[in-house]
């Protein structure tokens, strides 16, 4: 962040320093994300409120208005997420309360997990539950592509300098077709877009606070699930993931979500989603690496890539995308 756009924040924030009892001085680096967007912290001393959060979002690279839209469409829902207490919607500084500093990725282990995933999915039902269409945007044909051709463009030309041959690349036309076929002909909700464990808090009551959903769309049902289980920063053993995606397809049955009558269709939905969001993924590290210079997510990729290449791998129609994938891991490059 420049200077001048520091400057700028503590003007705003010296305005408010009465009606919140501010502490300037203790204006702090809270966490900057994959994006434009950073956040601080600052101690207020009003009762009940100890530490709040604000949001630096540049207006030209991030605008405001899709998240103060999302929280108040989740906020209604019942879901825990951050109330806005002040905005600046011209110059990109909100500040909002402060959901603590306990991450999902760093609270769970095997002994946390079921409780921890337990809340999550009955955020996510409430979420889905509270889902209309014409109020966010379409997770459309044209979105889906625009992703999945993250990969080839990112990962395999600018990250491995791989050329794929002209059958390769009629393979990956394909396999790209077929996804986004399987993932358009699912039940559309609210997809929170990057539902997993860095972007959802344990707290004390209504768990989990759930952030970062500025970029939430209406789409594909088994999204956020996927999102959720095969987490590109944890990974668990493949039973327990059906395990979790079992409850979550029951208790979401139980609600009235139109979700299929059989596991199995559901299950294969969540893992056709999954593998249009790993390959998206793949693109976006490479990016976030060669265009903006964060070198942080390329140790995320390995695990990422074993999702893709283990999921085409299952469906014979995949085998020639799992081929490619195959041919990427770094020892075979």
Partial sequence: MTDSRLNTLRNWLKALEASWQLDLDSLAPASADASFRRYF??????????????????????????????????????????????????????????????TYLTELNNETADHLYKDATHALVLMQM????????????ALLQR????????????????????QQTEQL??????????????????????YHSRNLMVTEK?????????DAVYGPITYDASSLWRDAYIAWPEERVIDWVIKFWEEGRKAGLPMPNDFGQFYRDFEWMGLQRHLKVLGIFARLFHRDG???????????????????????ELKPLARILESTRPNQA
């Fill in 130 to 141: 509270a889902s209309k269409p014409d109020v966010l945007p379409n997770y459309d044909a």
């Fill in 147 to 166: 992703e999945l051709d993250l990969f080839p463009e990112w990962y395999l030309s600018k990250h491995l300098n791989a050329e794929l041959n002209e």
């Fill in 294 to 316: 964060k070198d942080g997510y390329l140790k995320d990729i390995p695990l990422v890539l074993e999702y893709a290449i283990a999921t085409a791998n299952r469906y014979i």
């Fill in 41 to 102: 912290r600052i101690v207020s001393k009003k009762p009940n409120f100890g530490t709040l959060i604000v949001m630096d979002a540049p207006p030209q690279y991030e605008p405001l208005d899709a998240f103060i839209q999302v929280d108040l469409l989740l906020s209604e829902a019942g879901l825990n997420v951050p109330k806005i207490l002040e905005q600046n919607l011209v110059e990109g500084f909100l500040l909002i309360n402060d959901l603590g500093t306990k």
């Fill in 173 to 194: 036309k394909k396999s790209f077709a077929l996804i986004i076929e399987n993932n358009l002909a699912q039940a559309k909700v609210y997809v929170h877009r990057d």
């Fill in 206 to 214: 209504n768990n989990p606070g759930v952030i970062d959903f500025q």
